[in-house]
C-alpha cells in the first residue's frame, strides 16, 4: 500500500520522531536509530574507507550523512540527495549561565537565529543538548535531555505595561528573556550541579556543553477534523523526517543511481561551520564514498555534474490574517501538496529544469503540488539549497511542506502534506 493513504499514521510517526528530538544532537540519535532499524550502518570519520557498507551513515557533531551505494556501482554514477537541517531557532543557554535578580535564579541565555521572542514566553521549558564530561583522562560526549519543566520566562503582566495593546510587545533579547530557574539568590554553579545529577557525574567533571531550552508541550493533531499539526521544529524536523524515511523506503527498489540524505546543522544562523551546507561535510563524504568504489577525482567531479539535489525546507502557507504579507498570484496552503520555491534572485537554488523534475516527481508519485514566490516588495529567506549549488556545482531545488507560525516554539502543518513530501522524495530518489 502507498504511503499517502494514510498521512495521518505518517504526521503521528513524524509526531514521534520530533518530540525525541529536542536537540540537533538529539535528532542525529533519533535519526540513527531509525536508520539502523532499517539495516544501515553507522561508521566512523577518522577510520579509513577502503570498504564501506552499501547502506551506511556518518554523524559530525549535530549533521548526519547517510546513503545508500550499491557495492556494484559505477563510482562516477551521480547521487540523488535530500537535504534538511536538524537545528531551529531557540535559547541557548550561556557558558556562564548563573544569574538571578530580585529574589529569583535565573539562567543566561542567547538568543539562536531567527526567533520569534514572543512565543517563548510562559511556557513549561525543559533542557537538551550535549556535555563533554571528563573520564579520567578522556573527554566523552554525553547527551541530555530534561522533560520535566524547570525553566520558564513570564511575561510581564498587562498591568505593568498599559500600553501594549496599542504599540504591541517589544522584547530585549538581553534584558527581557532570561529563564526562572528557582526561588533565591543567583548561586555560582547552579546550573552545573543540576546538569551534573541529569548526567550522573560530579559538577566538575563536566567541562563544557551546547545546552538549549525546549517547549515540554507534546506535538499533537488540531482542529475541528484533525487536519494539523503542532508541534515545535517543524522547521526543519519534518524535512529531516520525510528525507530519511523517503530514503528508506528507496533504498529497497533498485534505484539507478546512488542516494543519499544530508541532515544539516546551523542552517538558522548562516550553515557556515564544519557540520553546516556551507562546509564541506557533503562534499567530504560524497568524495570518500566514490574512492571507496574505487573511483577518482574525475569520477567525484562526474558524479557531481549527474547528481541532483532536493533541498527541503519548510514554506510560508498563506496566513490568514496577513493575506496581504504573501504574494497575491503564489499563495500556497496547508493540504496542498509540495512547495516548489522559487526566487529570480537566487534566495532558493531551484531553476527551470530541477523545477520540472521535481514537479514531474509529484506527478509520478500522484501527489499534488504548489509553486510559491515571495512578494516582490519584501525580503526572502534563504535554504542550505543555494549554499549546495554554489559549493559543489549540484543541480538542485527548494522545496517543502507549507506550513505556519515559522521560527516559533509552537509551529503547524498540514497532517496530509508530510506523507505527500515522503512520496514525492520517493520517486526523486527513483528518478533516472
Known amino acids: 500500500m502507498s504511503i499517502i493513504e494514510f498521512p495521518e499514521r505518517v504526521a503521528l510517526d513524524m509526531a514521534s520522531y520530533i518530540d525525541a528530538s529536542p536537540s540537533p544532537y538529539h535528532a542525529c540519535d533519533t535519526s540513527a536509530a531509525r536508520l539502523v532499524e532499517a539495516g544501515f550502518t553507522e561508521i566512523k570519520e577518522l577510520e579509513a574507507w577502503s570498504e564501506v557498507p552499501e547502506r551506511g551513515f556518518v554523524r559530525r557533531g549535530g549533521s548526519l550523512f547517510a546513503w545508500f551505494y550499491p557495492a556494484d556501482m559505477d563510482p562516477a554514477t551521480g547521487f540523488r540527495i535530500a537535504g534538511a537541517h536538524t537545528d531551529s531557532p531557540n535559547l541557548r543557554i550561556k557558558p556562564r549561565p548563573d544569574t538571578g535578580a530580585a529574589g529569583f535564579r535565573q539562567l543566561g541565555v542567547e538568543v539562536y537565529g531567527g526567533v520569534l521572542l514572543n512565543s ?49 510587545l517589544k522584547l530585549d533579547k538581553q534584558q527581557h528573556m532570561a529563564p526562572v530557574m528557582a526561588v533565591g539568590d543567583a548561586k555560582e554553579g547552579a546550573f552545573a550541579e543540576l546538569l551534573g545529577q541529569e548526567l550522573g557525574v560530579p559538577a566538575g567533571a563536566i567541562k563544557s556543553y551546547d545546552a538549549m531550552v525546549h517547549d515540554l508541550t507534546p506535538s499533537g493533531l488540531l482542529g475541528a477534523d484533525n487536519d494539523m499539526l503542532a508541534a515545535p521544529r517543524l522547521d526543519n524536523l519534518c524535512s529531516s523526517y520525510c528525507a530519511l524515511t523517503a530514503l528508506v523506503e528507496a533504498s529497497t527498489k533498485g534505484p539507478s543511481h546512488a542516494l543519499a540524505v544530508t541532515l544539516f546543522d546551523h542552517e538558522e544562523v548562516g550553515s557556515a561551520s564544519r557540520g553546516g551546507a556551507d562546509g564541506p561535510l557533503l562534499g567530504d563524504v560524497t568524495e570518500r564514498l566514490i574512492m571507496a568504489r574505487g573511483g577518482d577525482r574525475d569520477s567525484y567531479l562526474r558524479s557531481i555534474q549527474d547528481s541532483i539535489c532536493v533541498s527541503a525546507d519548510m514554506a510560508h502557507a498563506v496566513h490568514p490574517n496577513y493575506v496581504d504579507r504573501h504574494e ?42 504548489q509553486k510559491w514566490v515571495m512578494k516582490t516588495n519584501m525580503a526572502c529567506g534563504s535554504t542550505i539549497g543555494p ?7 549540484m543541480r538542485t531545488v527548494d522545496v517543502g511542506c507549507a506550513q505556519l507560525s515559522m521560527h516559533s516554539a509552537r509551529e503547524l502543518c498540514g497532517v496530509k502534506d508530510p506523507a505527500w513530501m515522503v512520496s514525492a522524495l520517493g520517486e526523486m530518489f527513483l528518478m533516472a
Do not use: M
Open 387 to 393: 549554499l549546495t549549488a554554489a559549493r559543489h556545482g
Open 120 to 168: 517563548w514566553l510562559d511556557r513549561d521549558l525543559g533542557i537538551s543538548g550535549r556535555a563533554f564530561v571528563s573520564d579520567g583522562p578522556q573527554l566523552v560526549e554525553r547527551h541530555f535531555r530534561v522533560d520535566r519543566p524547570i525553566l520558564r520566562v513570564p511575561q510581564l503582566a498587562i498591568h505593568l505595561d498599559r500600553t501594549i495593546g496599542e504599540k504591541g
Open 328 to 369: 497575491p498570484d503564489h499563495h500556497i496552503h496547508l493540504n496542498a501538496g509540495p512547495v516548489i520555491k522559487v526566487n529570480a534572485n537566487q534566495r532558493y537554488a531551484t531553476e527551470a529544469e530541477t523545477e520540472a523534475l521535481f514537479q514531474l516527481a509529484c506527478e509520478r508519485a500522484g501527489v499534488p503540488f
